[in-house]
Structure formats: C-alpha cells, structure tokens
C-alpha cells in the first residue's frame, strides 16, 4: 500500500513540534494515530487546564481515552491487517479545520494525486474531500442537493447552510453519510473496483484496502426452499401473521450435551477434542462433525432445536444475530425449526436484526434467503420484524444499521419475484410475499400497545427511518391505545417543505379549492387544540398520579409482606438447620450401631471357631449359661469338692508329698473315694456336682494345646540352645587352635585360667580383630 507522509511543525515559538500525517494513496484514508494526541490535548484544553505534549507522533493514549475521543468527535475507523486504524480523507480535513492545522497540510495533500484521480484532487475551495461531500445534521439527519433538510419535526425552523461553506455537519453517532443509508447494502462492506476497470470516485474513495470485495446480491443468485419446517399449522391460507413456536423443552439431558458438543467442536475447532482420535479439525466438514459427534453420542438423537441459554435462544438464533451465514445455511439444511422463537417470541430474524453484525459484515440480503419464513412472524407483544428493525435504530450507533436492514428487506421483497427458486417442491410464502401483502399486513400492523412502526420510529426521532417509511406508505394517522399517532410527533408534516412546496403555496391551493367548490378547507382552531392538549395533559397528569399512588401501595403492600416472608424464611431456615443437625446425629448413632452390630457378629463367629477348635458344638453350649461366674474361662480349672479330698489326702496321708500321691493313688482309685462320698441313699449325686462333660472336654482340649505349644517352645528353645553351644564350642576351637572334640575337656582349666588373670590386661580389642578374621 502507497501511502504519502508529510511533516510540519505546529505550535508557537519554543513549543513547536514536528507532526507526520499520513494518506494511503489507494484510498484516501488518513492514519487515525497522529490525530489522537492533538484531540486528547484539545479535550483537556478546554476542561480543566492545559495539556503539553512534547512528541505528537509518539504520544501514546490509552484504549479508554481512545474511546471517548472516537465517540466524541463521531470518528469511524477501518482496521488493516496491520492493526493500524485509518479515517476517511473526508474526516480527517474536518479534524484538521478543527484543530487549525489545516492550511498547513492543504497544500501538500492536493499536490499528491491519489492512484486514479484526475490531475487534481477533488478538493472545494477550502481543501475539504469533496468525493464524499455531504450535508449532515447533528442528529443525524441529512440534507438533499439543495441543502434542504430531508425531515424534521413539526414546527422547526429549518435554515439553510450553504453549499459551498466550510462547516459540514457531522452525524454525531457514527460520522455516515446519510445519502450511504439510503443505499442498498451495508457502506462499510463496499465493492472494491479492479485497477484496470473504469474507477468510481466516491466508492474508491470510501473502501479501505484491507477490506475484502464482497459481491453485490444480484437476482440470478438461486433462493433454495426447504420443507421440514412448513406444517399446516403455519402455512394457511390466505398467509397472516403468525406467532412464533414457543421453544421446545427437552427433558433429555443427553440431547443437549449432544448439541454443546457439536456446536464447541464446530465454532472452536481448535480448543475442542470430542473424540480421542488427534487428527486436524480445523478444516473438517459439517458432515464430518455430524459424524463425529455420532460417533461419541451413538444412541441419541441430534436436535438442533434445543435451547442452549436461559433465554430460550436456539443455535439458528445465536448463528443469525453474530452473523455466521456459513453455519446458518448448514442449520437450515440440516433442519433447523426457523418458526421457533425464543422466551418471548423472537425469532432467528429479530436476533439478526438486533444487533449490527449482519450489517458490518453485508451478509442481511444473503441471510434472507434462509430466514425469509420469519418475516411472517410476531413474538409475544405482536411486534413485527419491521418493528423490531425501527426499534434497533433507536439504539445507540445502530441508526444507519437499522436504515439499512429496512432498505435490504424492502429490496429484497422486490427482487424476490424475480429470482430463480429451486429445493422441495411450491413455497407459499415466497408465492404469498410480495410488496403488496407486507404493505396490507406488516407495515400498519399495531403490536400489544397498538403501535406501528411507524409510531415507534416517530417517537425516537429518526427522520430517515420515517420518510423511509412514509414513502413505503406507512400510515401516520393510525393511533396507539394512548390516542397519539405519528403526526402527532411531526411524521409527514415535512413532506410538503421536502417536495419544495411552501406553506404559502399550500395555502393558495385550500383558498383555490374553497373558491372553485371542489371541497371545504378548514381552518384549524389553534385555541380549541391548545385547550384539548391542556385537558389532555390534565387528564393524564391525573391518571399518573392516580396509577403511582395505586402502584405506591402496592409497593408498600409488597415491602410488608416481603418482611413477613423474610422472617418466615429465617425460621425455616433455622428448623432446616436444627433437622439437619439431628439428621446428622441420626446417621452418626445408626453408624456406630451398625459397627457393634458388626462388632458382636464377628465375636460370635469368632466363638463359634474357637469352640469348634476346641471341640464344643452348638447342641453342647445352647443350655449354658455363659455369663456365670462359674465358667470363667480365665480361672485355673478345679472341681471344689474333688480338690478338697486330695488336698486332704496329701496333707494327712502323704505329707504334703505330691509325687508319692501320684505313686499311690490311680485315677480310679480316686473316683471310687469320691463316688462313695457322695452316694447317699442309693443316689449319685456326683452328675449333678460336676460340670458339664463338653465343658471338660473344652478344657482338656485346651490344656492339651497348651502343652503342645509349651512343648514346642521347648524344642525351639533347645535347638537354640544347642546351637549357640556349637557356636561357641567352634569360637573356642578357632581360638585355642585345638580340635573342637577336645573342647569340653578343657573348659574348667580354661575358665579358671581366665579367672585368675586381671581383667585389665586382657587384650580384648586383639581379641576382636581375631574374631573378626575367624567370622564363621
């Protein structure tokens, strides 16, 4: 890109500092840099003090300050691919005259052809671009040839500014041309000319180089008619207005995961991986991500209707309002419900509508080929799209984009009859849709507060939208429920200046009429209207008062009970609390019963091992009783009445002597004593005396066990035993160097040799490094 620098210095004296202006040769476009610092210094001049600054061309202003001057001065930018933001030649002469700097640059600028101007530049007399000269308005508003306003309210004055003069007008809100509203197609996505085709001043002048050529819609392009959404219910005839779907509710959880899938895999290819597969997806098909998601998601249904906000919105929705017309086209190929509207009844369209991303990006008229079955819709309040595009244009900086969404769906409804149409089968909304059904049925259509669009564009003051409108036929006598209409705010008492008939000249037409009979010419009672608006205003004042002491009380009624709920709440809340805390207590006890439950249930098999082990069944210890003291497992065991009559018998008969008790006495022997002892009167009471037989068993048993296990800890003590000795016999052969057989006979001379000597003399660490040496 050719681009001219030119350099002065500005300032006075001591202060001057030099500033480099730059202009694309290709364009025309100035650099928006070297402006910045010169608008921040003349913000803060004018506020709060002055403001020096040393180095224009390297001055930095911060992204916020940035910001406000833009809005400030109406500065609309073009970005390069360079990030670098550029100004229309057009607006940056007005900057220059601004800021007083202009006939410093005047002269250079005009001496540099841009590539496919004449030899001069179109310039006026005062160096300002005439290649996109037009008059503004500061709302907005803009002037015809003869610089006369194309609207205003009733009774402005209008005075005229003249043409040739150094003030041009600027729209406040964007810095556009209102004659590049008028204009089908988007000003900021312009057709770039080829070098070697005829150039056309004003659109070479307009497109930056950095913006792609975007072809113009034409009639040959095909509209493509689809049929999975056009039911009976919707398509009757004649065609009306219809409301929207209400939009679907999906119980199926799994339906929706499905949907976020595939939408995140599709708009963010490159932070997605739905599959475990790594290969490229940057470039995969729409096709290829239905199949992929498929494949993750094999047992349910894809449902591109399934609300993915809060708010009720489906993907076409979303898809339509950032303007993606790629993905659009797919949705709606793919079956997409474009009768579906969102929580309150807005359709994919009105999402389009509403923001200006279709506008930026020139893609409306395209989008209509898809999304035409939402022209016949209303949402909830009964409001067109017409209503919506009027209502879009009272939103701050959509002003031209809403001109021009109403300027491409007139157009389009145009051309429409004249297009080839290919797809499934007759569509009788592209038969039905015409100029004349939009004007019977959309442009005088009241919504739920009985306005037209044309009342709602009359209310926020947009002239353009209004004579767009009053030419489509828009009617401006149609009142609302509150009695006021379009005329009422001053929509179609302009025609008659904006036609170049004066009120002198409309007078002398009324007088005429009267004088030649054709018909009676009132003449408006100006006291009786200001005394019907005076009880109107009265009334209303009335009215307002009534509605905002009802809505007073109402408040406070509210507020009362609000406080009522409030302490109920902190109540439930805190009966909430105090179950929870038993619940919690609940679970804590029925945990540790469950662990002693446990508990006993693992000693019990425990016992019942233990008693096996030791040879007692459950048929022996069912009529026990095991909680006596008499069966205390942990007692030596003796039968009382057997131990007396041993003890007495190895005290008197023995003395005291246990071995010649064993000697002497057998076992039978003994149980014959004890027998007799207690046989009385031909009864053996010795049965009833002893324990229980399985309960002697459990005891012999057990005592045999123990003697097992004593017995083989002695055989392992022994071993151990046996075993160090042989140790030490080898540590006394090794060091006696004598054979290990002799060892024992020489121990008591060894011992006592050792004995005899002082323990202080012994060499006990010579002693270790020889057992070291002899480690066995």
């Known amino acids: 890109m050719s681009v001219v620098e030119v350099t002065k210095y500005i300032g006075e004296g001591e202060h001057q ?9 290709e364009t025309g476009y100035f650099l928006l840099k070297p402006f910045l610092p010169l608008l921040q210094r003349l913000v803060d001049t004018n506020g709060e003090g002055d403001a020096t600054i040393d180095d224009v061309n390297n001055t930095e202003i911060a992204v916020q300050q940035e910001d406000r001057l833009l809005s400030k001065y109406g500065i609309l930018v073009d970005t390069d691919e360079s990030n670098e933001k550029w100004i229309t030649g057009e607006k940056a002469f007005e900057l220059m005259q601004m800021l007083d700097i202009l006939h ?5 600028f005009e001496s540099q052809p841009r590539n496919g ?16 000269a037009t008059h503004y308005s500061p709302d907005g508003t803009g002037t015809d040839d003869d610089t006369r306003p194309t609207g205003s309210h009733s009774g402005e004055n209008n005075t005229e500014q003249p043409r040739d003069g150094p003030h041009k007008r600027v729209n406040n809100e964007l810095g556009m041309n209102l004659e590049a509203q008028r204009e089908l197609g988007s000003p900021l996505k312009r057709l770039r000319l080829d070098k070697h085709s005829p150039q056309d001043e004003t659109m070479g002048s307009f497109a930056p180089a950095d913006v792609k050529p975007v072809e113009v819609a034409s009639s040959s392009r095909t509209i493509t008619t689809f049929d999975h959404d056009m039911d009976s219910a919707v398509l009757t005839v004649p065609l009306s207005i219809k409301r929207t779907k209400s939009p679907p509710v999906v119980s199926d959880n799994n339906q929706r995961m499905k949907l976020e899938a595939f939408l995140q895999r599709l708009l963010f290819p490159e932070v997605q991986d739905l599959s475990s597969t790594s290969h490229d997806t940057h470039h995969m098909s729409f096709e290829s991500l239905l199949h992929e998601v498929d494949l993750t998601f094999p047992d349910v249904p894809l449902n591109l209707n399934v609300p993915v906000d809060e708010h009720g919105n489906t993907p076409l929705h979303w898809l339509a309002s950032i303007a993606n017309l790629e993905v659009v086209k797919q949705l709606v190929k793919n079956g997409s419900d474009r009768f579906l509207g969102d929580n309150i009844g807005e359709s994919a369209l009105v999402k389009a509508v509403k923001s200006v991303n279709n506008y930026d990006s020139g893609t409306f008229e395209e989008l209509l080929d898809y999304l035409y079955p939402c022209l016949i819709l209303e949402d909830t309040m009964n409001r067109t799209i017409l209503h919506h595009i009027v209502i879009t244009s009272g939103m701050t900086g959509c002003s031209s984009a809403a001109k021009y969404y109403l300027d491409i769906f007139m157009g389009w409804i145009v051309k429409k009859q004249s297009r080839p149409i290919e797809g499934a089968g007759t569509d009788s ?8 059904w939009v004007i019977a049925n959309m442009l005088n259509a009241p919504d739920s507060n009985g306005d037209t669009c044309l009342n709602i564009a009359s209310r926020l003051g947009n002239v353009a939208i209004v004579d767009a409108l009053l030419d489509y036929g828009a009617d401006p006598y149609v009142a609302n429920k509150s009695g006021l209409r379009p005329v009422d705010f001053g929509a179609g008492t302009s025609k008659l200046l904006s036609n170049g008939i004066s009120s002198t000249a409309a ?12 018909g009676e010419a009132k003449i408006p009672d ?11 205003l009265n009334t209303v004042s009335k009215d307002y008062n009534t509605e905002v002491k009802d809505h007073q009380e109402k408040l406070d009624k509210l507020h009362k009970d609000l406080n009522m ?12 609390a105090h179950a929870k805390q038993l619940q919690d207590e609940h679970a804590l006890l029925k945990e540790q019963l469950a662990n002693i439950k446990k508990g006993i249930q693992d000693e019990e098999e425990n016992f019942r091992q233990e008693s096996k082990q030791l040879g007692i069944s459950a048929d022996d210890d069912s009529g026990a009783d095991w909680d006596s003291s008499e069966f205390d497992a942990d007692e030596p065991f003796r039968v009382d009445f057997i131990y007396d009559i041993l003890e007495n018998k190895l005290a008197n008969e023995y003395g005291g002597n246990i071995e010649k008790l064993l000697d002497a006495e057998s076992i039978d022997t003994v149980l014959k004593q004890v027998r007799s002892s207690f046989l009385q009167n031909g009864d053996d009471k010795l049965e009833t005396m002893l324990p229980p037989s399985f309960l002697l ?17 002695i055989d392992g003590i022994k071993q151990n035993q046996s075993a160090l000795e042989s140790k030490f016999r080898r540590v006394l052969c090794l060091c006696l160097k004598v054979d290990e057989d002799k060892v024992d006979g020489m121990l008591d001379g060894l011992l006592q040799a050792i004995s005899s000597e002082d323990p202080q003399d012994v060499d006990t660490e010579e002693m270790q490094d020889f057992l070291k040496k002899h480690a066995v």
């Open 117 to 132: 101007d004449n030899e001069h530049s179109p310039m006026d007399a005062d160096g300002v671009d005439t290649t996109l």
């Open 429 to 436: 909304i592209l038969d039905t849709l015409d100029l004349k």
């Open 565 to 576: 709920y409030r302490e109920m709440l902190a109540t439930c809340r805190d009966r909430l």
């Open 507 to 518: 007078n002398h037409i009324t007088d005429s009429a009267v004088s030649s009979g054709v």
């Open 17 to 25: 500092t030099p500033l480099t202006l730059k202009r694309s040769n």
């Open 697 to 713: 068993k459990a005891r012999i048993n057990a005592y045999k066990k123990n003697d097992e296990r004593l017995n083989s800890t």
């Open 526 to 536: 100006t006291m009786s209207l200001i005394e019907d608006m005076q009880s109107l």
């Open 104 to 108: 410093l640059f005047k002269e250079e």
